[in-house]
């Protein structure tokens, strides 16, 4: 993640505009609907202007695109039926970790700083910030609670666009967040210029090898990258007659077994063919969220190998084959979807 962070902004192609045509371009791409136009145009132009990045037509649409998809233009975005939401995953991660549900639901009942019990205000939340700041009471109250527990807040994508509060925080150590910081960063990506901030640059700056903006709206469901790393197993698995699932993930995630992941095991099948060694091989895999891998001689060498098996060209870029999971999805939802479902807002708003 820092090494993406790390990469300079994509410049999106084009002539250079002025601050009144940038501006006038982000007020013909909102929605009619848009209460207080100009602060959305006011945050949304700088989002693109402090990280130098060129608000054409299309890229301005990609940002709104995902707005309309992740909050509607709420900075706060209601949740229907979060308090119960909320309930229901406290009791699954008390019973996951074996601590008694009695001895949950009693530390619930006891009374916050502003008189009310943490479950009284559960029950009354409406928004993640709501259940945020409840969480950051809780342990404000528990002696050494913000040494131990300030990390492992819940509410982990935030702001009208629901920007992971991980990537914020790495993004922020690598290029200095420009407005003043209040309380933490993870705090800052609850406002609407943290959140566009962040959002605009995990959207558009990285320069991945897509020719559509599909891809980077399923990036943005599934991590920079993962529409390349899918493509890149999908010819993995003609190179090698494996069947793979193209995730995007060419790793295993940190605190997962210490054991090679599909990718990387299907690798080794054709190391030989490939001359490479496993070390090559897991090093190369390791630069698989940034650009450099696209020059590795394992990304190079699978494609040659791949379109040899095939007969024909494959693409560079795959929508990740991945479902969807979290407390407040209730139906099969997966990152096809979600990517097609920005994509359509994006057709229509280059319509506007």
């Known amino acids: 993640m820092a090494s993406c ?5 994509s410049a ?10 940038a501006r006038a371009v982000i007020e013909e791409s909102l929605p009619k609907v848009v209460s207080d136009r100009t602060g959305w145009i006011n945050d949304i132009y700088a989002g693109f202007s402090v990280q130098k990045l060129e608000p054409t ?10 707005i309309e998809q992740e909050s509607n233009f709420q900075v706060d975005p209601l949740v229907p039926g979060l308090g119960s939401i909320a309930r229901r995953e406290i009791d699954t991660r008390a ?5 008694p549900l009695l001895i949950v639901h009693g530390a619930l009942d006891l009374r916050s700083a502003n008189g009310r019990t943490y479950s009284e205000r559960i029950d009354a939340a409406r928004t993640e910030k709501d259940l945020s700041d409840i969480y950051e009471d809780f342990i404000g109250a528990i002696p050494l609670g913000r040494t131990l527990f300030a990390g492992l807040n819940p509410i982990r ?9 991980a990537y914020a925080n790495e993004y922020a150590a690598i290029r200095p967040y420009p407005y003043p910081v209040k309380v933490s960063i993870a705090d800052e ?14 959207l558009l700056a990285y320069e991945p090898p897509y020719d559509a903006y ?28 494996l069947p793979l699932v193209p995730d995007g993930a060419l790793l295993l995630d940190k605190g997962e077994a210490n054991s090679p992941g599909e990718t990387e095991l299907a690798l080794r099948t054709v190391a030989a063919r490939l001359n490479l060694d496993e070390s090559e091989i897991h090093s190369a895999l390791e630069r698989g969220k940034t650009r ?13 190998l791949a379109e040899h098996v095939a007969k024909h060209p494959l693409p560079r870029a795959v929508i990740p084959t991945i479902t969807l999971h979290g407390p407040k999805i209730s139906r099969r939802l997966t990152t096809s979807w979600y990517a097609h479902r920005v994509d359509g807002r994006f057709e229509q708003c280059l319509h506007r």
């Open 57 to 66: 037509r299309k890229n301005v649409c990609a940002v709104v695109a995902e």
């Open 157 to 165: 994508t935030r702001g009208p666009m629901q920007v992971n509060i």
């Open 292 to 304: 450099d891998f696209e020059q590795s001689n394992v990304y190079v060498r699978v494609f040659a």
């Open 12 to 21: 999106g192609g084009g002539p250079a505009q002025s601050p009144a045509q």
């Open 189 to 202: 990506v609850f406002t609407r210029h943290g959140s566009l901030y962040f959002g605009i640059a995990h």
């Open 95 to 99: 019973q996951r970790t074996g601590v």
């Open 5 to 9: 962070a790390s990469e300079p902004p």
């Open 214 to 241: 599909i891809f980077r709206f399923a990036d943005f469901n599934a991590g920079q990258y993962a529409s390349r790393n899918a493509a890149f197993q999908n010819a993995l698995g003609r190179a090698s007659g």
